[in-house]
């Protein structure tokens, strides 16, 4: 069982910078390949960005690749989403998530993570 919190998101304009975070509880996370998703109102959930559980392998989405960083600390329990140069396009609600997965390994398709965050809101004004 992991359980994750979610924090950091906020209003920022355009070309701002956000970091979340997602503490997580639980022993299993570092056990966990971690990833971030994001939905807007009426859209479907999207990938944003994974990392194995090793920290070593990581994948974004193509929209947020070269802007966003993905990371984690087992040591802390906790992974980021560190989200430079940032756009209107990126509003939505942002999401953690944890699954159990071989140590070298991450997915990125939402429906293969068992353990989600609350969300939280990131807001970019044009």
């Known amino acids: 069982q992991v359980q994750l919190v979610e924090s950091g998101g906020g209003l920022v304009q355009a070309g701002g910078s956000l970091r979340l975070s997602c503490a997580a509880a639980g022993r299993t996370f570092s056990n966990c390949a971690m990833g971030w998703f994001r939905q807007a109102p009426g859209k479907e959930r999207e990938f944003v960005a994974a990392?194995?559980?090793?920290?070593?392998?990581?994948g974004y989405a193509d929209s947020v690749k070269g802007r966003f960083t993905i990371s984690r600390d087992n040591a802390k329990n906790t992974a980021y989403l560190q989200m430079d140069s940032l756009k209107p396009e990126d509003t939505a609600v942002y999401y953690c998530a944890a699954e159990n997965a071989p140590y070298s390994n991450w997915y990125r398709d939402a429906h293969e993570y068992r353990y989600w965050g609350q969300g939280t809101q990131v807001t970019v004004s044009s």
């Open positions: 990392i194995s559980w090793s920290g070593a392998n990581t």
